[in-house]
Protein backbone atom coordinates (compact mmCIF):
# COMPACT_ATOMS: atom_id res chain seq x y z
CA UNK A 1 0.00 0.00 0.00
CA UNK A 2 2.93 2.43 0.65
CA UNK A 3 3.66 1.99 -2.81
CA UNK A 4 0.44 2.61 -4.15
CA UNK A 5 0.27 5.86 -1.75
CA UNK A 6 3.81 7.38 -2.65
CA UNK A 7 3.73 6.57 -6.50
CA UNK A 8 -0.15 7.56 -6.45
CA UNK A 9 -1.10 4.71 -8.95
CA UNK A 10 -4.97 5.46 -7.93
CA UNK A 11 -4.80 8.16 -10.75
CA UNK A 12 -3.84 5.73 -13.35
CA UNK A 13 -6.82 3.43 -12.04
CA UNK A 14 -9.10 6.53 -12.65
CA UNK A 15 -7.96 7.00 -16.26
CA UNK A 16 -7.87 3.68 -16.67
CA UNK A 17 -11.74 2.71 -15.54
CA UNK A 18 -12.93 6.07 -17.20
CA UNK A 19 -12.35 3.99 -20.47
CA UNK A 20 -12.11 0.56 -19.40
CA UNK A 21 -14.91 -1.91 -20.58
CA UNK A 22 -17.28 -3.39 -17.36
CA UNK A 23 -14.75 -5.96 -16.58
CA UNK A 24 -11.88 -3.47 -16.07
CA UNK A 25 -14.52 -1.12 -13.74
CA UNK A 26 -15.80 -3.63 -11.95
CA UNK A 27 -11.71 -4.40 -11.22
CA UNK A 28 -11.00 -1.05 -10.82
CA UNK A 29 -13.52 -0.40 -8.29
CA UNK A 30 -12.33 -3.20 -6.23
CA UNK A 31 -9.20 -2.21 -6.12
CA UNK A 32 -10.55 1.89 -5.34
CA UNK A 33 -12.58 -0.20 -2.19
CA UNK A 34 -9.29 -2.00 -1.25
CA UNK A 35 -7.12 1.47 -1.23
CA UNK A 36 -10.20 2.60 1.02
CA UNK A 37 -10.54 0.05 3.60
CA UNK A 38 -6.83 0.73 4.39
CA UNK A 39 -6.33 3.39 6.82
CA UNK A 40 -2.41 3.53 7.12
CA UNK A 41 -2.07 5.25 4.20
CA UNK A 42 -4.82 7.83 4.80
CA UNK A 43 -6.30 7.65 0.92
CA UNK A 44 -9.85 9.28 1.35
CA UNK A 45 -7.70 12.43 3.08
CA UNK A 46 -5.33 13.54 -0.03
CA UNK A 47 -7.14 15.87 -2.13
CA UNK A 48 -4.99 14.48 -5.61
CA UNK A 49 -6.87 10.70 -4.86
CA UNK A 50 -10.60 11.99 -3.90
CA UNK A 51 -10.42 13.93 -7.30
CA UNK A 52 -9.29 10.62 -8.94
CA UNK A 53 -11.96 8.63 -7.33
CA UNK A 54 -14.62 11.19 -8.57
CA UNK A 55 -13.67 11.95 -12.06
CA UNK A 56 -13.81 7.96 -12.16
CA UNK A 57 -17.50 8.05 -10.69
CA UNK A 58 -18.46 10.19 -12.50
CA UNK A 59 -17.68 8.77 -15.97
CA UNK A 60 -18.45 5.05 -15.02
CA UNK A 61 -22.14 6.32 -13.80
CA UNK A 62 -22.53 7.02 -16.94
CA UNK A 63 -21.77 3.16 -18.18
CA UNK A 64 -24.44 1.94 -15.88
CA UNK A 65 -24.39 -2.27 -16.40
CA UNK A 66 -25.01 -4.99 -14.56
CA UNK A 67 -22.03 -6.64 -14.18
CA UNK A 68 -20.55 -3.56 -11.60
CA UNK A 69 -23.58 -2.08 -10.45
CA UNK A 70 -23.71 -3.61 -6.75
CA UNK A 71 -19.93 -3.03 -6.61
CA UNK A 72 -20.30 0.33 -7.74
CA UNK A 73 -23.34 0.86 -4.78
CA UNK A 74 -20.91 -0.91 -2.80
CA UNK A 75 -18.41 1.78 -2.92
CA UNK A 76 -20.52 4.67 -2.44
CA UNK A 77 -21.16 3.51 1.09
CA UNK A 78 -17.82 2.65 2.07
CA UNK A 79 -17.08 6.19 0.61
CA UNK A 80 -19.87 7.97 2.88
CA UNK A 81 -18.93 5.53 5.75
CA UNK A 82 -15.69 6.84 5.39
CA UNK A 83 -16.09 10.19 5.46
CA UNK A 84 -18.95 10.37 8.05
CA UNK A 85 -16.10 8.69 10.47
CA UNK A 86 -13.48 11.02 9.99
CA UNK A 87 -15.36 14.46 9.25
CA UNK A 88 -11.61 16.02 8.86
CA UNK A 89 -11.23 14.80 5.50
CA UNK A 90 -14.11 16.44 3.71
CA UNK A 91 -11.53 19.30 3.03
CA UNK A 92 -10.42 16.66 0.34
CA UNK A 93 -13.50 15.81 -1.14
CA UNK A 94 -15.94 19.74 -1.24
CA UNK A 95 -13.29 22.29 -2.66
CA UNK A 96 -14.12 24.50 -5.01
CA UNK A 97 -12.19 24.18 -8.68
CA UNK A 98 -10.48 26.75 -10.45
CA UNK A 99 -12.65 27.26 -13.85
CA UNK A 100 -14.25 29.49 -16.11
CA UNK A 101 -16.47 30.09 -13.57
CA UNK A 102 -14.61 31.79 -11.14
CA UNK A 103 -13.72 28.96 -8.56
CA UNK A 104 -11.63 29.79 -5.97
CA UNK A 105 -8.91 27.92 -3.82
CA UNK A 106 -10.60 26.92 -1.10
CA UNK A 107 -8.15 27.37 1.55
CA UNK A 108 -8.26 31.62 0.92
CA UNK A 109 -12.61 31.93 1.11
CA UNK A 110 -14.15 33.44 4.05
CA UNK A 111 -16.35 30.90 6.24
CA UNK A 112 -19.03 32.29 4.27
CA UNK A 113 -17.81 31.34 0.94
CA UNK A 114 -16.53 28.21 1.96
CA UNK A 115 -19.89 27.10 2.72
CA UNK A 116 -21.66 27.99 -0.34
CA UNK A 117 -18.53 26.53 -1.61
CA UNK A 118 -19.49 22.83 0.00
CA UNK A 119 -23.27 23.31 -0.63
CA UNK A 120 -22.58 23.91 -4.70
CA UNK A 121 -20.78 20.54 -5.51
CA UNK A 122 -21.57 18.43 -8.69
CA UNK A 123 -23.25 14.96 -7.40
CA UNK A 124 -22.31 12.08 -8.85
CA UNK A 125 -25.38 10.03 -9.40
CA UNK A 126 -25.64 6.32 -9.42
CA UNK A 127 -26.77 3.25 -11.78
Not at 24 to 51: H, M, P, R, W, Y
Not at 59 to 76: A, I, M, N, P, W
Not at 98 to 121: C, H, I, M, S, W
Request: charged share 25%; with cysteine; aromatic share 12%.
Amino acid sequence: MNFCYEQQVFIALSKIGQTGSPGVIKECIAAFSTLIDNEDEGFLAQENFSQSLIGFLRRTSQKSHRSFEGEYVELLFSIAQKIRLSRDILPAWFTTRADDEGGRDYKNLGPQQKFAGVTNKVWVHCC
